[in-house]
């Protein structure tokens, strides 16, 4: 099952249905696609930032809702999320708060999450990460 981050869906959007993540993505069964509540609000914030906020939001309502599979950051999350804010914390390696809350998701749900951020979140242990963005 699979996590996609924000910049993963930026990026498929960006493909316009014509490109190699577009392939890669439909190849994966509707109930295997998931996004975190986190990566939802980043995409409306943008949305919001653009000069064409309402197509965006009406792109993600219409389109990317109904594809795939939210998941929320709920309370056994929120504790996977404090304990492993304190262990990267020890660390000396602390990532944004964000992108620890879709890790989290991602952990506590035993996702495979699809970024193009590969080593920001190569710091968090156990995560199984993958880039479908190819450079």
Not at 10 to 38: N, W, Y
Not at 79 to 87: I, K, S, T, V
Not at 125 to 130: A, T, W
Request: hydrophobic residues 45%; aromatic residues 8%.
């Amino acid at each position: 099952m699979y996590l996609f981050d924000t910049d993963t869906v930026i990026a498929l959007i960006k493909e316009a249905g014509r490109g190699v993540l577009t392939e890669k993505i439909g190849q994966i069964p509707f109930h295997q696609q998931f996004l975190s509540t986190i990566s939802l609000s980043e995409l409306v914030y943008g949305a919001h930032c653009s000069d064409r906020a309402e197509y965006h939001l009406g792109m993600i309502h219409d389109v990317l809702l109904q594809n795939v599979q939210l998941v929320a950051f709920d309370v056994p999350t929120a504790y996977q999320a404090g304990r492993l804010r304190a262990d990267l914390r020890k660390q000396g390696t602390p990532i944004d708060f964000p992108d620890l809350q879709i890790a989290s998701i991602a952990l506590a749900h035993q996702f495979t999450l699809v970024t193009g951020n590969v080593r920001h979140f190569q710091r968090v242990p156990g995560l199984q990460v993958e880039n479908w963005i190819l450079p």
